[in-house]
């Protein structure tokens, strides 16, 4: 339950008679659990509002309203969202793999399947039982991003350390039948469920189309730092280059469409990424699937549609060493409009996290300090290195006391049209 803190006015809760003070307790006689439960009702046209009133009276009030019609209330914090914890202990964790001394919220493991629904966080569903298949169905939450990684459950519950690993397949199924459609993410990890236990994990997996929209293979990062952790193998060029030939074998199949490996799969293989409309409505962007073709049509695009200038232009951009030699091929091509360009592309090396870790995401100020000697005063960095909504790095530095230590102004990208767009305002400075 939750006490109403403030009412609308002409709004139903007005209309109703309810008062600031009062207590929802629930709907439809279901108990109030968090904010989902008020958010889903108030999209209803019919329902039950159980409410207890400030003078202790329980009453149910009949609720008849159009769509676009609203409760208005305003409810206390207890509605929030406190985060559900994960009771896994993942061979792969990236979590267990940080070096000390980084802020305290990157050591939090959630496995929330209202934050999957929300924010599309990837959630195993071990910590959801009976009741909450129900509450899922009940409020349509709905499309979930789960985390598969194998069907076969003696390996999944190896890879989750947590014998309700084993019974995702039935929960997905349950959320199939009720109308629930999701997202699947397998971690490959070499020797444990790649080549045959793969295939397997695609096939059941395609047992639960339709709702199953797609699946991403991503291969499991490994940080420096991973004493006493569970022996993994790094997912070398000739592994990458497997996954990918099954993956799209697979994929070819069932008529495409279904599955893909991310980016970083390709990268390792050295293989030519897929181009921009084999990615479909790019369902798997957040899990770095299509992340360099909508890139480099976010880049052509704004190019092309840039006006051409022959001033002199000086950028240092800053990236991971993955995506060094595809920025630097794209930064040729905005020659064609920007003959005046000088740029340098700086491929951080992870000494943060370790060598293995290439992506920039994961590359942090201090590493950027250490490597970007004598930058130009014009400084590039992908909005992907910040915490989300932020402009703060992994270990904590700002974007401001980065751009201090530089000596340098510091531009943050959002795609490959922020690139043109940044180099435009450059010219025009």
């Known amino acids: 339950m939750a006490k109403i803190t403030a009412i609308d006015d002409n709004s139903i809760g007005k209309e109703i008679g309810l008062e600031v003070g009062d207590e929802l307790l629930g709907f439809d006689g279901y108990p109030l659990v968090d904010i989902l439960d008020y ?31 609203k409760l208005g209330l305003t409810l206390d914090e207890s509605v929030e969202l406190n985060v559900m914890p994960c009771k896994n202990k993942c061979i792969f964790c990236f979590v267990d793999q940080l070096p ?64 309700h690993g084993a019974e995702l397949f039935d929960k997905m199924q349950y959320l199939k039948e009720h109308g629930i459609q999701m997202h699947a993410q397998i971690v490959l990890c070499k020797g444990v ?16 189309r339709p709702n199953l929209l797609s699946v991403a293979v991503i291969p499991v990062g490994l940080s420096g730092h991973r004493e006493g952790l569970y ?53 798997q962007i957040e899990n770095g699937v299509g992340l360099v073709a909508q890139f480099e049509r976010e880049f052509d695009d704004a190019l092309q549609a840039a006006q051409p200038t022959d001033k002199q232009i000086q950028l240092d951009f800053i990236t991971g060493k993955s995506f060094c030699e595809i920025l630097s091929g794209l930064l040729e091509r905005a020659k064609s409009k920007f003959s005046g360009l000088q740029y340098r592309v ?30 130009c005063g014009q400084v590039v960095i992908p909005a992907n290195m910040l915490r989300e909504f932020t402009t703060t790095f992994l270990d904590g530095m700002s974007v401001e006391e980065l751009s201090e230590k530089l000596g340098s102004k510091i531009y943050v990208s959002g795609g490959g049209g922020d690139v043109i767009k940044i180099i435009g305002e450059v010219a025009n400075e």
Not at 118 to 145: C, H, Q
Not at 346 to 374: C, M, P, W, Y
């Open 39 to 69: 958010l889903y009702y108030d999209d209803q046209e019919e329902f039950v509002m159980n409410i207890k009133s400030k003078q202790g009276d329980v009453v149910e009030v009949e609720i008849e309203k159009d769509v676009d019609e």
């Open 193 to 208: 469920n790649d080549g045959e236990k793969l295939q397997e994990t695609l096939c059941r997996l395609y047992d639960l």
């Open 100 to 163: 000390k001394g980084m802020r305290d919220t990157l050591y939090v493991k959630d496995d929330d399947y209202r934050l999957s629904f929300v924010s599309g966080n990837y959630v195993t569903l071990t910590n959801v039982g009976d009741k909450e298949l129900e509450r899922i169905a009940r409020l349509k939450l709905s499309p979930l991003y789960i985390s598969v990684h194998c069907y076969d459950k003696a390996t999944k519950k190896l890879m989750v350390a947590n014998p």
């Open 346 to 375: 700086h491929a951080i090396r992870n000494d943060h996290f370790g060598e293995s870790i290439t992506v920039a995401g994961l590359v942090t100020a201090k590493d950027i300090i250490a490597q970007v000697q004598e930058p």
């Open 231 to 283: 022996k993994l193998q790094a997912i070398d060029k000739d592994c990458a280059r497997g996954v990918i030939e099954q993956v799209e074998g697979f994929d070819k199949h069932v008529g495409g469409g279904f599955c893909y490996c991310s980016d970083e799969f390709y990268l390792k293989a050295e293989l030519p990424l897929p181009n921009y409309d084999s990615y479909g409505d790019f369902g």
